[in-house]
Protein backbone atom coordinates (compact mmCIF):
# COMPACT_ATOMS: atom_id res chain seq x y z
CA UNK A 1 0.00 0.00 0.00
CA UNK A 2 1.23 3.34 -0.66
CA UNK A 3 2.61 5.68 2.04
CA UNK A 4 0.77 9.43 2.63
CA UNK A 5 2.37 12.00 4.44
CA UNK A 6 -0.35 14.61 5.53
CA UNK A 7 0.61 18.69 6.50
CA UNK A 8 -2.13 20.30 8.99
CA UNK A 9 -1.87 23.86 10.47
CA UNK A 10 -2.94 24.05 14.19
CA UNK A 11 -6.57 24.16 13.72
CA UNK A 12 -7.54 21.85 11.08
CA UNK A 13 -4.48 19.37 13.45
CA UNK A 14 -6.87 19.86 16.45
CA UNK A 15 -4.40 21.57 18.51
CA UNK A 16 -6.19 24.90 18.87
CA UNK A 17 -6.82 28.79 17.40
CA UNK A 18 -5.31 31.88 16.63
CA UNK A 19 -3.67 31.16 20.25
CA UNK A 20 -1.56 28.34 18.97
CA UNK A 21 -0.36 29.63 15.96
CA UNK A 22 3.32 29.48 17.02
CA UNK A 23 3.14 26.02 17.80
CA UNK A 24 6.39 24.29 15.58
CA UNK A 25 6.26 21.48 13.70
CA UNK A 26 5.27 18.17 15.43
CA UNK A 27 4.21 14.89 13.86
CA UNK A 28 1.08 12.25 14.81
CA UNK A 29 1.33 9.53 14.12
CA UNK A 30 -1.47 8.10 11.28
CA UNK A 31 -4.85 10.39 10.69
CA UNK A 32 -5.88 13.65 12.06
CA UNK A 33 -9.04 15.97 11.01
CA UNK A 34 -9.62 16.15 7.34
CA UNK A 35 -7.35 13.37 6.77
CA UNK A 36 -10.09 11.18 7.97
CA UNK A 37 -12.26 12.29 4.80
CA UNK A 38 -9.65 12.04 2.57
CA UNK A 39 -8.62 8.46 3.66
CA UNK A 40 -11.89 7.21 3.52
CA UNK A 41 -11.93 8.36 -0.27
CA UNK A 42 -8.73 6.71 -1.14
CA UNK A 43 -9.97 3.45 0.51
CA UNK A 44 -7.27 0.81 0.67
CA UNK A 45 -5.44 2.63 -2.22
CA UNK A 46 -3.12 4.47 0.10
CA UNK A 47 -2.68 4.73 3.82
CA UNK A 48 -2.25 8.09 5.61
CA UNK A 49 1.22 7.08 7.81
CA UNK A 50 1.44 9.99 9.58
CA UNK A 51 0.28 13.46 9.73
CA UNK A 52 2.51 16.53 10.54
CA UNK A 53 0.82 20.04 12.16
CA UNK A 54 2.21 23.34 12.14
CA UNK A 55 1.21 26.43 13.80
CA UNK A 56 0.50 29.23 10.60
CA UNK A 57 2.58 32.19 12.48
CA UNK A 58 5.79 29.70 13.32
CA UNK A 59 5.77 28.79 9.32
CA UNK A 60 5.56 32.17 8.10
CA UNK A 61 7.90 33.42 10.82
CA UNK A 62 10.72 30.51 10.86
CA UNK A 63 9.79 29.36 6.94
CA UNK A 64 13.42 28.55 6.32
CA UNK A 65 13.55 25.79 9.83
CA UNK A 66 9.73 24.72 9.72
CA UNK A 67 11.03 23.30 6.22
CA UNK A 68 13.59 21.81 7.29
CA UNK A 69 11.93 20.18 10.25
CA UNK A 70 8.85 19.38 7.48
CA UNK A 71 11.08 17.82 5.17
CA UNK A 72 13.37 16.25 7.87
CA UNK A 73 10.32 14.47 9.14
CA UNK A 74 8.71 13.63 6.03
CA UNK A 75 11.85 12.27 4.88
CA UNK A 76 12.56 10.06 7.66
CA UNK A 77 9.01 7.86 6.92
CA UNK A 78 9.46 6.94 3.23
CA UNK A 79 6.69 8.63 2.08
CA UNK A 80 5.21 7.64 -1.44
CA UNK A 81 3.28 10.81 -1.84
CA UNK A 82 3.13 14.55 0.33
CA UNK A 83 -0.85 16.27 0.55
CA UNK A 84 -1.66 19.41 2.74
CA UNK A 85 -4.76 20.91 3.56
CA UNK A 86 -7.31 21.90 2.16
CA UNK A 87 -6.17 25.48 2.60
CA UNK A 88 -9.14 27.04 1.07
CA UNK A 89 -8.94 30.45 1.22
CA UNK A 90 -6.64 30.89 4.80
CA UNK A 91 -3.43 33.09 3.37
CA UNK A 92 -0.85 32.05 5.74
CA UNK A 93 -1.84 28.11 6.05
CA UNK A 94 -2.48 28.50 2.04
CA UNK A 95 0.89 29.81 1.34
CA UNK A 96 2.73 26.85 3.76
CA UNK A 97 0.76 24.02 2.10
CA UNK A 98 1.92 25.80 -1.40
CA UNK A 99 5.45 26.26 -0.34
CA UNK A 100 5.66 22.84 1.62
CA UNK A 101 4.49 20.98 -1.27
CA UNK A 102 6.64 22.68 -4.07
CA UNK A 103 9.91 22.07 -1.63
CA UNK A 104 9.01 18.15 -0.56
CA UNK A 105 8.62 17.54 -4.98
CA UNK A 106 12.25 19.08 -5.17
CA UNK A 107 14.13 17.83 -2.61
CA UNK A 108 12.00 14.29 -2.15
CA UNK A 109 11.12 14.12 -6.02
CA UNK A 110 7.38 12.42 -5.18
CA UNK A 111 4.51 13.59 -6.23
CA UNK A 112 2.82 16.34 -3.85
CA UNK A 113 -0.72 18.04 -3.71
CA UNK A 114 -2.72 20.73 -2.14
CA UNK A 115 -6.34 22.66 -2.73
CA UNK A 116 -6.62 26.16 -2.24
CA UNK A 117 -9.26 28.41 -3.88
CA UNK A 118 -8.28 30.16 -6.20
CA UNK A 119 -7.22 33.81 -4.95
CA UNK A 120 -5.30 32.43 -2.34
CA UNK A 121 -1.52 33.63 -2.27
CA UNK A 122 -0.49 30.21 -2.10
CA UNK A 123 -2.16 29.25 -5.28
CA UNK A 124 -1.06 32.70 -7.17
CA UNK A 125 2.48 31.83 -7.07
CA UNK A 126 3.06 28.10 -7.10
CA UNK A 127 0.20 27.02 -9.31
CA UNK A 128 2.18 26.14 -12.19
CA UNK A 129 4.57 23.84 -10.10
CA UNK A 130 2.35 21.81 -8.20
CA UNK A 131 -0.81 20.35 -8.27
CA UNK A 132 -3.88 22.65 -6.76
CA UNK A 133 -7.23 21.40 -6.54
CA UNK A 134 -9.52 24.23 -6.63
CA UNK A 135 -11.62 24.75 -3.88
CA UNK A 136 -14.44 27.13 -2.38
CA UNK A 137 -13.83 29.92 -0.21
CA UNK A 138 -13.79 28.19 3.01
CA UNK A 139 -14.09 24.72 5.25
CA UNK A 140 -17.94 24.80 4.20
CA UNK A 141 -16.71 23.17 0.95
CA UNK A 142 -14.75 20.14 2.58
CA UNK A 143 -16.88 17.88 1.35
CA UNK A 144 -16.71 18.66 -2.13
CA UNK A 145 -13.01 19.46 -1.79
CA UNK A 146 -11.80 15.83 -0.61
CA UNK A 147 -13.12 13.24 -2.95
CA UNK A 148 -11.57 15.62 -5.66
CA UNK A 149 -8.18 15.77 -3.95
CA UNK A 150 -8.58 11.91 -3.38
CA UNK A 151 -9.20 10.97 -7.22
CA UNK A 152 -6.51 13.02 -8.01
CA UNK A 153 -3.85 11.80 -5.61
CA UNK A 154 -4.60 7.87 -6.77
CA UNK A 155 -3.60 9.34 -10.74
CA UNK A 156 -0.56 10.93 -9.30
CA UNK A 157 0.43 7.80 -7.23
CA UNK A 158 -0.45 5.18 -10.06
CA UNK A 159 1.52 7.74 -12.62
CA UNK A 160 -1.51 8.24 -14.65
CA UNK A 161 -2.17 10.47 -17.25
CA UNK A 162 -3.22 14.01 -15.64
CA UNK A 163 -6.26 15.35 -17.70
CA UNK A 164 -7.25 19.17 -18.00
CA UNK A 165 -7.73 21.10 -15.73
CA UNK A 166 -11.70 20.93 -15.45
CA UNK A 167 -11.66 17.12 -15.66
CA UNK A 168 -9.49 16.54 -12.81
CA UNK A 169 -10.26 19.85 -11.09
CA UNK A 170 -7.34 21.56 -10.26
CA UNK A 171 -6.23 25.15 -11.00
CA UNK A 172 -4.83 25.64 -14.25
CA UNK A 173 -1.59 25.98 -14.44
CA UNK A 174 -0.72 28.13 -17.26
CA UNK A 175 0.81 25.48 -19.93
CA UNK A 176 -0.71 24.90 -22.78
CA UNK A 177 -0.31 21.10 -25.15
CA UNK A 178 -0.82 20.22 -28.22
CA UNK A 179 -3.98 17.36 -28.74
CA UNK A 180 -5.43 15.83 -31.91
CA UNK A 181 -9.18 16.54 -32.38
CA UNK A 182 -10.91 15.57 -35.50
CA UNK A 183 -11.78 19.12 -36.86
CA UNK A 184 -9.08 21.85 -37.54
CA UNK A 185 -8.74 24.84 -36.09
CA UNK A 186 -10.47 27.53 -38.23
CA UNK A 187 -13.07 24.85 -38.33
CA UNK A 188 -13.66 25.05 -34.44
CA UNK A 189 -13.24 28.84 -34.45
CA UNK A 190 -16.07 29.02 -36.88
CA UNK A 191 -17.76 26.65 -34.68
CA UNK A 192 -17.61 29.21 -31.90
CA UNK A 193 -18.61 32.22 -33.50
CA UNK A 194 -21.62 30.33 -34.33
CA UNK A 195 -22.60 29.55 -30.85
CA UNK A 196 -21.61 33.13 -29.71
CA UNK A 197 -23.52 34.85 -32.77
CA UNK A 198 -26.53 32.19 -31.30
CA UNK A 199 -26.05 32.90 -27.74
CA UNK A 200 -25.36 29.36 -27.17
CA UNK A 201 -22.72 28.33 -24.52
CA UNK A 202 -19.46 27.78 -25.97
CA UNK A 203 -15.44 27.59 -24.47
CA UNK A 204 -12.89 29.28 -26.10
CA UNK A 205 -9.73 27.81 -26.52
CA UNK A 206 -7.24 30.65 -25.71
CA UNK A 207 -9.00 32.10 -22.27
CA UNK A 208 -7.50 35.30 -21.76
CA UNK A 209 -7.02 37.33 -18.25
CA UNK A 210 -9.64 39.98 -17.23
CA UNK A 211 -8.60 42.87 -15.77
CA UNK A 212 -10.60 46.11 -14.40
CA UNK A 213 -9.89 49.10 -16.45
CA UNK A 214 -10.60 52.27 -13.91
CA UNK A 215 -9.99 55.40 -15.49
CA UNK A 216 -7.70 57.36 -12.97
CA UNK A 217 -9.35 60.37 -11.14
CA UNK A 218 -8.20 63.78 -12.43
CA UNK A 219 -5.73 65.37 -9.94
CA UNK A 220 -6.75 67.41 -6.81
CA UNK A 221 -6.20 70.94 -8.40
CA UNK A 222 -6.07 72.50 -4.90
CA UNK A 223 -4.56 70.43 -2.29
CA UNK A 224 -4.61 73.10 0.44
CA UNK A 225 -8.47 73.64 0.66
CA UNK A 226 -9.49 69.70 -0.20
CA UNK A 227 -10.88 67.57 2.16
CA UNK A 228 -9.30 64.11 2.86
CA UNK A 229 -9.94 60.89 4.42
CA UNK A 230 -7.65 57.98 5.72
CA UNK A 231 -8.40 54.23 4.49
CA UNK A 232 -6.72 51.13 5.27
CA UNK A 233 -6.74 47.66 4.30
CA UNK A 234 -4.30 47.19 7.45
CA UNK A 235 -7.28 46.18 10.28
CA UNK A 236 -6.43 48.79 12.63
CA UNK A 237 -9.72 49.37 14.43
CA UNK A 238 -11.00 50.66 18.10
CA UNK A 239 -9.78 48.72 20.85
CA UNK A 240 -11.67 45.70 21.81
CA UNK A 241 -13.18 45.51 17.49
CA UNK A 242 -16.36 46.53 18.02
CA UNK A 243 -17.59 45.63 14.72
CA UNK A 244 -16.14 42.07 14.59
CA UNK A 245 -14.01 42.49 11.46
CA UNK A 246 -12.59 39.35 10.89
CA UNK A 247 -8.73 38.77 10.87
CA UNK A 248 -9.02 37.33 7.23
CA UNK A 249 -11.22 36.57 4.44
CA UNK A 250 -13.16 40.06 5.69
CA UNK A 251 -16.63 40.63 4.58
CA UNK A 252 -16.81 44.04 6.14
CA UNK A 253 -15.21 47.28 7.19
CA UNK A 254 -15.55 49.52 9.77
CA UNK A 255 -15.73 53.33 9.92
CA UNK A 256 -14.33 54.80 12.79
CA UNK A 257 -14.33 58.81 14.29
CA UNK A 258 -11.06 60.28 14.53
CA UNK A 259 -12.31 64.02 14.48
CA UNK A 260 -10.78 65.09 17.98
CA UNK A 261 -7.83 62.88 17.72
CA UNK A 262 -4.33 64.43 16.40
CA UNK A 263 -2.55 60.41 16.98
CA UNK A 264 -3.34 56.76 17.25
CA UNK A 265 -2.40 55.36 21.01
CA UNK A 266 -2.25 51.98 21.84
CA UNK A 267 -4.39 52.76 24.57
CA UNK A 268 -7.11 53.06 22.08
CA UNK A 269 -6.60 51.44 19.02
CA UNK A 270 -5.39 47.93 17.89
CA UNK A 271 -4.92 45.48 14.36
CA UNK A 272 -6.84 42.61 13.73
CA UNK A 273 -5.27 42.06 10.75
CA UNK A 274 -4.07 38.51 10.46
CA UNK A 275 -1.66 38.34 7.81
CA UNK A 276 1.52 40.25 9.39
CA UNK A 277 3.22 40.38 13.01
CA UNK A 278 1.24 42.46 14.95
CA UNK A 279 3.45 43.91 17.57
CA UNK A 280 4.80 47.40 15.91
CA UNK A 281 1.25 48.44 14.72
CA UNK A 282 0.25 47.45 18.32
CA UNK A 283 2.92 49.75 19.86
CA UNK A 284 2.23 52.35 17.18
CA UNK A 285 -1.07 51.92 15.52
CA UNK A 286 0.06 55.73 13.49
CA UNK A 287 2.45 53.14 11.75
CA UNK A 288 -0.01 51.46 9.51
CA UNK A 289 -2.84 54.20 9.69
CA UNK A 290 -0.79 57.87 9.79
CA UNK A 291 -3.01 60.18 11.32
CA UNK A 292 -0.08 61.82 13.31
CA UNK A 293 1.30 62.62 10.01
CA UNK A 294 -2.14 63.70 8.28
CA UNK A 295 -2.51 66.30 11.16
CA UNK A 296 1.44 67.75 11.11
CA UNK A 297 0.18 68.40 7.48
CA UNK A 298 -3.22 69.79 7.67
CA UNK A 299 -1.55 72.05 10.36
CA UNK A 300 0.82 73.10 8.36
CA UNK A 301 -2.09 74.04 5.22
CA UNK A 302 -0.48 71.29 3.18
CA UNK A 303 -4.28 70.04 2.82
CA UNK A 304 -7.42 71.71 3.93
CA UNK A 305 -8.76 69.72 6.12
CA UNK A 306 -8.87 65.88 7.32
CA UNK A 307 -12.10 64.01 7.13
CA UNK A 308 -13.41 63.21 10.77
CA UNK A 309 -13.77 59.35 10.43
CA UNK A 310 -11.53 56.78 8.73
CA UNK A 311 -12.70 53.50 7.20
CA UNK A 312 -10.77 49.92 7.90
CA UNK A 313 -10.69 46.29 6.72
CA UNK A 314 -8.84 43.40 6.53
CA UNK A 315 -7.10 42.76 3.44
CA UNK A 316 -5.72 39.40 4.21
CA UNK A 317 -6.82 36.97 1.91
CA UNK A 318 -10.32 39.26 1.09
CA UNK A 319 -12.05 38.41 -1.66
CA UNK A 320 -11.96 40.75 -5.14
CA UNK A 321 -15.57 40.99 -4.99
CA UNK A 322 -15.75 41.88 -1.13
CA UNK A 323 -12.83 44.34 -1.53
CA UNK A 324 -14.71 45.98 -4.87
CA UNK A 325 -17.91 46.21 -2.57
CA UNK A 326 -15.78 48.01 0.13
CA UNK A 327 -14.53 50.35 -2.67
CA UNK A 328 -17.45 51.09 -4.29
CA UNK A 329 -19.31 51.94 -0.68
CA UNK A 330 -16.75 53.92 0.67
CA UNK A 331 -16.62 55.75 -2.53
CA UNK A 332 -19.88 56.54 -2.04
CA UNK A 333 -19.49 57.82 1.36
CA UNK A 334 -16.83 59.85 0.41
CA UNK A 335 -19.04 61.37 -2.04
CA UNK A 336 -22.06 62.41 0.33
CA UNK A 337 -19.30 63.80 2.51
CA UNK A 338 -17.84 66.30 0.22
CA UNK A 339 -14.37 64.46 0.78
CA UNK A 340 -11.68 65.20 -2.44
CA UNK A 341 -9.14 62.44 -2.37
CA UNK A 342 -7.89 59.68 -0.03
CA UNK A 343 -4.91 58.31 1.44
CA UNK A 344 -4.86 54.29 0.96
CA UNK A 345 -2.45 52.39 3.21
CA UNK A 346 -1.81 48.67 3.63
CA UNK A 347 0.23 46.61 5.98
Known amino acids: MKRIVHYLNQFYGQIGGEEFADQEPILREGIVGPGTGLQAVLGEKAEIVATIICGDNYFADHQEDALETILTMTEGLEPDMFIAGPGFNAGRYGLACATICAEVKKRLSIPVLTALYPENPGAEMFRSKIYIVETSISAAG ?30 AQGFRVNVHTKKNGAERAVDMMIKKLRGEPYVTELPMPVFDRVKPAPAVKDMAHARIALITSGGIVP ?6 IPSANAGIYGIYDIENLDRLTSEGFMTVHGGYDPVYATEDPNRVLPLDVCREIERDGEIGELYGRY ?12 AKRFAEEIAQDMIRNEVQAAILTSN
Open 142 to 171: MRQALPVMGTLAEKLLEGGEIGFPEEEGYI
Open 239 to 244: QGNPDH
Open 311 to 322: YSTVGNTTAVSS
